[in-house]
Nanobody, 118 residues
Framework: QVQLVESGGGLVQPGGSLRLSCAYSGSIFSINALGWYRQAPAQQRELVAS???????NYADSVKGRFTISRDIAKNTVYLQMNSLQPEDTAVYYC????????????WGQGTQVTVSS
């Protein structure tokens, strides 16, 4: 029904940058919110950043000032620009879309690995 495909992950050195992309498609008529989550080994999945249909953004305290979430409505894509990456940012990053009248928990992508190491 709804498919999300993340891309842009990889290995970067501390202080480096990456831009993650998430292309979404399917039976999407109206989006309530888009979000990026991450899950590190032995950790619970946590919200990194989200953006609502009105453009309101929210960030985890740990990434404020370093990460920026944005979307291109025409291209059905949401981005996560990550700057000043630190080893603590190492995780699998997942894209999530919550749609009107959709599954309460939203829909998830397959995840993309981000590794920050020297």
């Amino acid at each position: 029904q709804v498919q999300l495909v993340e891309s842009g992950g990889g290995l970067v050195q501390p202080g480096g940058s990456l831009r993650l992309s998430c292309a979404y498609s399917g039976s999407i008529f109206s989006i309530n919110a888009l979000g990026w989550y991450r899950q590190a080994p032995a950790q619970q999945r946590e919200l990194v950043a989200s953006i609502t249909s009105s453009g309101r953004t929210n960030y985890a305290d740990s990434v404020k000032g370093r990460f920026t979430i944005s979307r291109d409505i025409a291209k059905n894509t949401v981005y996560l620009q990550m700057n000043s990456l630190q080893p603590e940012d190492t995780a699998v990053y997942y894209c999530n879309v919550n749609i009107y009248r959709g599954s309460p928990g939203g829909y998830w992508g397959q995840g993309t690995q981000v590794t920050v190491s020297s």
